[in-house]
């Protein structure tokens, strides 16, 4: 089993910015950030696998930032450029090696989850 513990998040005003954190309780190759709002199906944010490759959902790209800190085992979303549609509640996931890219933003292909964390964006 791994635990995920993410912080980070809050309240902002569009066009702020806010860096959420994960910490899993032992290393996992293979992790991501997913996002729900209410009513909303649970949708794949950013993911990153143990070689440092990444993919980012296109309402996402040039905005938002992951990152894995090996040596701290820690995991970072870093967004810029807030919107009041980026508002969610924000997961941390993780899960053994990925072998397909298709795959790094569905929910099913994780196993582990996070608590999440609140980002709310006002206009």
């Known amino acids: 089993q791994v635990q995920l513990v993410e912080s980070g998040g809050g309240s902002v005003q569009a066009g702020g910015s806010l860096t959420l954190s994960c910490a899993p309780s032992?290393?996992?190759?293979?992790m991501a950030w997913f996002r729900q709002a209410p009513g909303m199906e649970r949708e794949g944010v950013a993911a990153i696998d143990n070689d440092g490759h990444t993919r980012y959902a296109d309402s996402v790209k040039g905005r938002f930032t992951i990152s894995k800190d090996n040596a701290k085992n820690t995991l970072s979303l870093h967004m810029i450029r807030l919107l009041p549609a980026d508002t969610a509640m924000y997961y941390c996931a993780a899960s053994p090696p990925v072998r397909f890219y298709s795959d790094y933003l569905l929910p099913r292909t994780y196993h582990y989850w996070g608590q999440g964390t609140q980002v709310t964006v006002s206009s």
């Open positions: 032992r290393f996992v190759p293979h």
